[in-house]
């Protein structure tokens, strides 16, 4: 095909899709996918919701909707929004397809082809995918233990032209489960402001924390309207619902408005008032807190089981939250010949080759590992296996 725009040389198979297909083998034990545990989905009061959205007298849950979202459900997210430290009203806040939509319009609303778009070192894969048909260069930011090294996004700022947006998640880190500290997140704010740039923070896991304190969103710390945040529902309610939201300044909401109007021109609005409903009818937080335990639950037992069964030299990620550890392996150990060669063949054992995971310069020797919704016994015996062939490899 010759005709194709020159956006779609950067439309690409996304590396994670052949294991996202491997996983739904029942022989294999997959610590790749980092989809939310089903157990934990509001089934029965979604499904009330639902019989009573769909009765003759309410037809208006199938009519179509304003495009920036349901009223009522941009209301109750700015209360929740609010709550959390960002004072805002319904007008701010802007309904999307998840948070992966507000990662998509936020790019075509700030970057142009040869714009430079600052990440994390490494970064979560899904962004990379929203980003790439604006055809942006990247520049990524090593992190530690405590996020991004502001020391190094200052060298950065300081020496690249035309940096439009840096992209963070500062809460439990897809891929690393890392979270940004608050003085970091305090110099963010500091730097964006003394270069001019955009902030894009988006925040999936935030409501999934197992310990640590809550810290302030950078979007809270934000005094100049220059941090636009996202946020979702599918962590903490249910992703097939594909709600998220993006909370800006005025003139930017209103962009990105118009851009969600030109993609899909609303979001779903059974699904909008179903969200509605749960979040009017039912206890959201009490829902989070429920689901904490079993999380909390499976990242100890990946963590000790880690432990016991990985040779030494290899280190990973003691996430605070969300769903994630990032395990780093010797120099010049390559995790996807490890495992195409190794791992699925003799263990039927899976998880995501960090490569796919970095904006710049690839690290072949890291693997995200998902303890999501993998029960006990197959964990253990998951990472058991992939501990002993460790051993004979190395
Ligand atoms: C960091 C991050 N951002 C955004 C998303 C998009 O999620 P959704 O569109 O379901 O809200 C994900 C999903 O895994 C994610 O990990």
Redesign the pocket.
């Known amino acids: 095909m010759t005709s194709f725009a020159r956006r779609a040389e950067r439309v690409q198979p996304s590396a994670i899709r052949e294991f996202l297909s491997l996983a739904a083998d029942p022989a294999i034990t997959s610590f790749a996918g980092?989809y939310p545990d089903p157990r934990m989905f509001p089934i029965d009061e979604l499904h009330k919701i639902y019989d009573d959205l769909l009765t003759p007298g309410n037809a208006a849950a199938l009519q179509y909707a304003a495009s920036d979202g349901l009223p009522e459900l941009r209301a109750l997210v700015a209360a929740r929004l609010t709550a959390d430290g960002m004072k805002c009203t319904a007008d701010d806040v802007l309904i999307?397809?998840?948070?992966?939509?507000?990662?998509d319009l936020t790019a075509k609303l700030f970057v142009d082809a040869g714009d430079v778009i600052v990440t994390e070192r490494p970064t979560?894969l899904?962004?990379l995918i929203a980003f790439n048909p604006c055809e942006p260069d990247y520049r990524s930011v090593p992190m530690d233990e405590e996020g991004m090294d502001m020391d190094a996004l200052e060298e950065v700022l300081r020496t690249t032209e035309r940096v439009k947006l840096i992209y963070t998640?500062p809460d439990y880190?897809?891929p690393t489960g890392r979270t940004l500290s608050l003085a970091r997140r305090q110099r963010l704010v500091a730097l964006a402001e003394e270069f001019d740039v955009v902030v894009l923070e988006?925040t999936?896991?935030r409501e999934l924390r197992y310990e640590g304190e809550r810290l302030p969103t950078i979007k809270s710390l934000d005094t100049t309207g220059r941090v636009v945040h996202?946020?979702?529902?599918?962590?903490i309610l249910a992703?097939g619902l594909?709600?998220?939201w993006v909370l800006a300044e005025p003139e930017v909401r209103e962009k990105l408005s118009l851009l969600k109007l030109a993609a899909d021109t609303q979001n779903g609005t059974l699904n909008m008032r179903a969200a509605a409903a749960y979040l009017t009818n039912f206890d959201i937080e009490g829902h989070i807190a429920s689901m904490l335990p079993v999380y909390r639950h499976q990242r100890d037992l990946m963590l000790s089981t880690l432990a016991e069964a990985f040779p030494s030299g290899i280190s990973w990620t003691n996430a605070h939250g969300g769903?994630f550890t990032w395990v780093t392996f010797a120099e010049g150990f390559d995790m996807a010949a490890f495992q195409r060669d190794v791992l699925i063949p003799r263990a039927g054992v899976i998880a995501v080759p960090g490569a796919p995971f970095y904006a710049v310069d690839p690290e072949p020797n890291h693997a995200r590992m998902s303890f999501s919704g993998i029960p006990d016994d197959r964990l253990v015996a998951g990472v058991r296996a992939m501990g002993a062939l460790l051993h004979e490899a190395l």
């Open positions: 980092g999307t397809q998840g948070g992966q939509q507000g990662l979560f899904g962004a998640v880190q897809n988006d999936p896991y996202l946020g979702s529902f599918s962590k992703p594909r709600l998220g769903l």
